[in-house]
């Protein structure tokens, strides 16, 4: 008699039709298999194997480059369970509209079933998924970012308790492109794309879509956030997790090299793009992270932004759509040093200057997390780690001043709530817009935006020391249009501050928006960074925040009713503190 597993396989077979399935066991055998398989194809070129041993290209479809949130559905049976940040299909008519698209899809190709465990592999809190795909590049890929093959087969056992993902790159038609999440019944389909978060369906698809729901009715969390430890001189590591959106200095943060090395503070990577939550049994919030390796942008990340994971990625890499040099070596903007003679670009034309980017703004790099310097012994820790704060950020030239402490539990979902970034390259649309993106969880909550703030609320009300919550902004300008905050590994001086707010020992100003950072709290010996340049940075502009809170009161109400009552109380309270400090300014 067939598993479910089994069944499940042969039901997909049935309708896709491959030439042959193969089960991926993870296996170095089956990498080298698969790697073969690729350069023998073209879906894989090989880098110099001299300083980039076991390290191959990508290049994807040019129309295939990013996410695309227009083409990604929450399919509940009622419309108001997606929400109204969500886009939404009926699931029979998603399934309708879907079957004949994957109806023969992968004639004379290879059907790939990989299973996985997202979590470390003894962790109670780890689940299991399967995806199926005509991808070998998707099969790769997610043995890095996974504990894929053997293992996830081995804890499932015969078992129906998995997240199954059907995935086919289809004619790769951009109108025949689709990412649906069927929540209620734990399920994705995925055609027509190959790229990362639309074809990697353990990542955003089920680690935040679909584990939110799972956490929502389950009593957990499942965030769109990195989690660090901050080790003091004493050699103590408080954990923290922070939410930022795509291509915002996540991976930069998660993997930071410390200005303050030398004081003993040292940052330690735990995960750098999700997190699942759980209370543990004395009411602490404990996190683990469900990935095995880093989908990181490569654009921008050198040796100084990033030298941990440029030290992780030179072997057992895959990069996508970055150019190369005629050594054969990967080559993006922002890293070290110029662009080489006889560089390709990311479509693997000749590139030359004025040409255009050499390569993809969206580039990428998949690499095992156990290859980073930076990664923490704990990181595989199976009850998880104790979280001491969460930290909310985005890029906001101004209005935001570099950090700011909320009042309470509370105050800090509303902070998290009212979240606003400019936009960037890692989603496909417009690049610089200043859009809402909550928790920055906006593309990837599987269900109703409203009752995922009243989840946070009633999460909070269960922990027995809930993390403190903070918000940093690390893009503000000044009048020139420079950034006045240098950031990368300076940025730890803020954590440093969030640390002694934690334990009790720095000092704040009380401000509209939340508790600021006093200039002489910050520690910025070894810093060249002026009086006048420190107080803009911490600058709260009572008038400006105003409009803000106006903006925020339109995007509350696209909730209606499914905004808690907690969250509005929190507008109105801010809008009442801002008013009194305007008159009183005048």
Same mark, same amino acid.
């Given at each position: 008699?067939?598993t479910?597993?089994?069944?499940?396989?042969?039901?997909s077979?049935?309708?896709?039709?491959p030439a042959?399935?193969v089960?991926?066991?993870? &296996?170095?055998a089956?990498?080298e298999?698969?790697?073969?398989?690729?350069?023998?194809?073209g879906?894989?070129? *090989?880098l110099?194997?001299?300083?980039?041993?076991?390290?191959?290209?990508?290049?994807?479809?040019?129309?295939d480059?990013?996410r695309?949130?227009?083409?990604?559905?929450?399919?509940?049976?009622q419309?108001e369970?997606?929400?109204?940040?969500?886009?939404?299909?009926?699931?029979?008519?998603a399934?309708?509209?879907?079957?004949?698209?994957?109806?023969?899809?992968?004639?004379?190709? $290879?059907?790939y079933?990989?299973?996985?465990?997202?979590?470390?592999?003894?962790?109670?809190?780890?689940?299991?998924?399967?995806?199926?795909?005509?991808?070998?590049?998707?099969?790769?890929?997610?043995?890095?970012?996974?504990?894929?093959?053997?293992?996830?087969?081995? @804890?499932?056992?015969?078992?129906?308790?998995?997240?199954?993902?059907?995935?086919?790159?289809?004619?790769?038609?951009?109108?025949r492109?689709f990412?649906?999440?069927?929540p209620e019944?734990?399920l994705?389909?995925?055609?027509?794309?190959?790229?990362?978060?639309?074809?990697?369906?353990?990542?955003?698809?089920?680690?935040?879509?679909?584990?939110?729901?799972m956490?929502?009715?389950q009593?957990?969390?499942?965030?769109?956030?990195?989690?660090l430890?901050l080790?003091?001189?004493?050699?103590?590591v408080?954990y923290m997790?922070?939410?930022?959106p795509?291509?915002c200095?996540?991976?930069?943060?998660?993997?930071?090299?410390?200005?303050?090395?030398?004081?003993?503070?040292?940052?330690?990577?735990?995960?750098?793009?999700i997190?699942?939550?759980?209370?543990?049994?004395?009411?602490?919030l404990?996190a683990?992270?469900?990935e095995a390796?880093?989908?990181g942008v490569?654009?921008?990340?050198?040796?100084?932004?990033?030298p941990?994971?440029?030290?992780a990625a030179?072997?057992?890499? +895959?990069?996508?759509?970055v150019?190369?040099?005629? &050594? @054969?070596?990967?080559?993006?903007?922002? +890293?070290?040093?110029?662009?080489?003679?006889?560089l390709?670009?990311?479509?693997?034309?000749?590139?030359?200057?004025?040409?255009?980017?050499a390569?993809?703004p969206n580039?990428?790099?998949?690499?095992?997390a156990?290859?980073?310097?930076?990664?923490?012994?704990?990181? *595989?820790d199976?009850?998880?780690l104790?979280?001491?704060?969460f930290?909310f950020?985005?890029r906001?030239a101004?209005?935001?001043?570099?950090?700011?402490?909320?009042?309470?539990?509370?105050?800090?979902?509303f902070?998290?709530?009212t979240?606003?970034?400019?936009?960037?390259?890692?989603a496909?649309?417009?690049?610089g817009?200043?859009?809402?993106?909550?928790m920055?969880?906006?593309?990837?909550?599987?269900?109703?935006?409203?009752?995922?703030?009243?989840?946070?609320?009633?999460?909070?009300?269960k922990?027995?020391?809930?993390?403190?919550?903070?918000?940093?902004?690390?893009? @503000?300008k000044?009048?020139?249009?420079?950034?006045?905050?240098?950031?990368?590994?300076?940025?730890?001086?803020?954590?440093?501050?969030?640390?002694d707010? +934690?334990?009790?020992?720095?000092?704040? $100003?009380?401000?509209?928006?939340?508790?600021?950072p006093?200039?002489?709290?910050l520690?910025?010996?070894g810093?060249?960074?002026?009086?006048?340049?420190?107080n803009?940075?911490?600058?709260?502009?009572?008038?400006?925040?105003?409009?803000e809170? @106006?903006?925020v009161? *339109?995007?509350?109400?696209k909730?209606g009713?499914?905004?808690p009552?907690?969250?509005?109380?929190?507008?109105?309270?801010?809008?009442g503190?801002?008013?009194?400090?305007?008159?009183?300014?005048?």
């Open positions: 008699m067939s479910p597993l089994e069944s499940w396989v042969e039901e077979a049935r309708l896709t039709k042959k399935i089960w991926c066991d993870g &296996s170095e089956e990498s298999r698969l790697t073969a398989d690729m350069l023998r194809d879906t894989f070129l *090989e110099n194997q001299k300083t980039h041993p076991r390290c191959y290209l990508h290049r994807s479809n040019p129309n480059v990013a695309t949130e227009q083409l990604t559905f929450i399919c509940t049976r419309k369970d997606a929400g109204p940040t969500n886009n939404w299909m009926d699931p029979s008519e399934k309708e509209k879907l079957r004949p698209l994957f109806d023969g899809a992968m004639k004379g190709r $290879t059907m079933v990989v299973p996985y465990i997202l979590g470390p592999a003894k962790s109670p809190y780890s689940k299991i998924g399967v995806e199926i795909t005509d991808s070998a590049y998707v099969a790769a890929n997610m043995r890095i970012m996974s504990r894929m093959g053997k293992p996830a087969l081995d @804890r499932l056992d015969n078992s129906a308790d998995f997240v199954p993902g059907l995935h086919s790159l289809g004619d790769l038609d951009p109108s492109r990412i649906m999440h069927f019944e734990k994705i389909w995925s055609v027509g794309s190959g790229y990362g978060g639309n074809a990697l369906l353990g990542k955003k698809c089920f680690a935040l879509r679909i584990a939110s729901w956490a929502r009715d009593g957990w969390m499942a965030e769109h956030m990195l989690i430890g080790e003091d001189p004493s050699g103590k408080t997790a922070a939410a930022f795509s291509a200095g996540k991976t930069n943060l998660a993997m930071m090299v410390s200005a303050l090395e030398s004081q003993g503070y040292r940052v330690w990577t735990v995960g750098d793009d997190a699942w939550m759980h209370i543990a049994s004395d009411g602490t404990r683990i992270n469900p390796g880093f989908f490569a654009p921008g990340t050198n040796a100084k932004t990033n941990n994971v440029m030290t030179n072997r057992n890499t +895959i990069f996508t759509n150019a190369m040099t005629h &050594s @054969r070596e990967p080559w993006w903007e922002g +890293i070290d040093g110029p662009p080489a003679d006889g390709t670009n990311w479509k693997g034309e000749p590139w030359t200057a004025g040409s255009g980017p390569a993809h580039a990428r790099y998949t690499v095992p156990s290859q980073s310097p930076s990664l923490s012994k704990h990181w *595989e199976p009850e998880g104790p979280i001491s704060a930290i950020g985005g906001r101004h209005l935001a001043p570099l950090v700011y402490e909320s009042r309470n539990w509370q105050h800090g979902v902070v998290g709530a979240m606003a970034s400019e936009t960037t390259a890692a496909t649309g417009a690049v817009v200043c859009r809402r993106d909550p920055a969880m906006l593309p990837f909550c599987g269900y109703n935006m409203g009752d995922y703030f009243g989840h946070w609320l009633a999460m909070g009300a922990l027995k020391n809930p993390p403190k919550i903070f918000h940093v902004n690390w893009f @503000r000044g009048a020139d249009g420079k950034f006045l905050w240098p950031g990368y590994g300076e940025n730890v001086r803020v954590l440093k501050w969030m640390l707010r +934690i334990e009790g020992r720095a000092a704040a $100003t009380e401000t509209p928006i939340g508790n600021v006093t200039p002489s709290s520690t910025l010996d810093l060249s960074i002026s009086r006048d340049t420190l803009e940075l911490l600058s709260v502009d009572s008038s400006d925040w105003l409009a809170d @106006r903006a009161g *339109e995007f509350f109400a909730f009713s499914h905004i009552p907690a969250v509005t109380q929190e507008q109105k309270a801010l809008a503190r801002l008013t009194r400090a305007t008159v009183s300014a005048k």
